[in-house]
């Protein structure tokens, strides 16, 4: 018995590492440029800055002007070294503490939101070393041939302040609260309605089932991480005098973000999601 149950785990977590992986890895190729430009309006400092974006139409164009098409892939590196560890860890810990929590007194619809808070908390624990060399990299305005590398950014980063938080871990706290925040919406937002939704036994139709409720659990968890997303991005990218640090933590940045600049700023990516949805609509 107590050798079936590691080779069960380990099972387990190699499914999760492949599945996860492979998918992961599709979805950073497609979307990685509008992460590119999500972190470009995140990081900039209102539109009176004359180099700053005006519209989501604008930082396409500007970008592909002067940086080309390969300015899109900025940064692209790191996430996808990042991808198979990260999914492995998200979905394996979370079902996990959803084992723990089980034996709980607590209710299965709070179980599932604390087992995706734990698995958020710790994905942000392995992933934000990656995030913070993706967005110095995504912040660079030069053109693709004259960026360094991944490897050269994050040994610049090393060398010149270390591993902590003023280093490679820079902007944790928003990264713990990021993905702890999602994935606590996500997870407990989605089983509790997939389960109250009945299955439906044509396979067509159950597809979209999953399909409709991962598409909204993922639109409401991002609308509320977004402000985390933001005090990220501002961490981790170029601070608006060198050498002096403006942002530091997270809800330090989220105060200082809204009395500078206002409420709309920290929904900043909001704006461009929702004109995308427009040039779609208008485009069908």
């Known amino acids: 018995m107590s050798s079936k149950k590691p080779q069960s785990m380990l099972r387990e977590a190699s499914h999760q ?32 800055d004359p180099t700053s974006y005006k519209s989501l139409g604008d930082c396409f164009r500007t970008i592909f002007r002067r940086e080309g098409i390969f300015g899109f892939y900025k940064g692209i590196l790191p996430p996808i070294v990042a991808e198979t560890p990260k999914r492995a860890v998200k979905f394996f810990t979370f079902e996990q503490y959803k084992k723990v929590l089980n034996l709980t007194p607590l209710s299965p ?41 991944s490897f050269s950014q994050a040994r610049r980063i090393i060398k010149t302040d270390g591993f902590g938080l003023k280093g490679l871990n820079k902007g944790l706290t928003s990264t713990l609260g990021r993905h702890g925040v999602f994935n606590m919406i996500y997870f407990g937002f989605y089983f509790n309605v997939k389960d109250a939704i009945p299955t439906n036994p044509d396979p067509t139709l159950e597809f979209l089932r999953k399909f409709a409720i991962g598409m909204v659990s993922g639109t409401i968890s991002s609308c509320v991480n977004i402000p985390f997303d933001v005090a990220k991005s501002r961490i981790q990218g170029p601070q608006p005098v060198p050498g002096e640090i403006k942002y530091r933590t997270c809800f330090q940045t989220m105060a200082l973000v809204y009395r500078e600049e206002g409420s709309l700023p920290l929904f900043t990516f909001m704006e461009s999601v929702q004109q995308t949805g427009a040039l779609v609509s208008a485009g069908s």
Do not use: W
């Not at 599709?26 to 992460?35: A, F, G, N, S, W």
């Not at 994905?123 to 993706?134: H, I, R, T």
């Open 17 to 48: 590492i492949i599945a996860g992986g492979s998918a992961g890895l599709v979805e950073i190729c497609l979307m990685h440029p509008l992460d590119v430009v999500k972190t470009r309006f995140q990081i900039q400092r209102g539109t009176s």
């Open 109 to 149: 619809g709070v179980a599932l939101s604390a087992a995706g808070l734990g698995s958020g908390l710790t994905e942000a624990l392995v992933v934000n070393p990656f995030e913070v060399v993706k967005v110095s990299l995504q912040a660079n305005r030069d053109s693709f041939k004259e960026q360094p590398s």
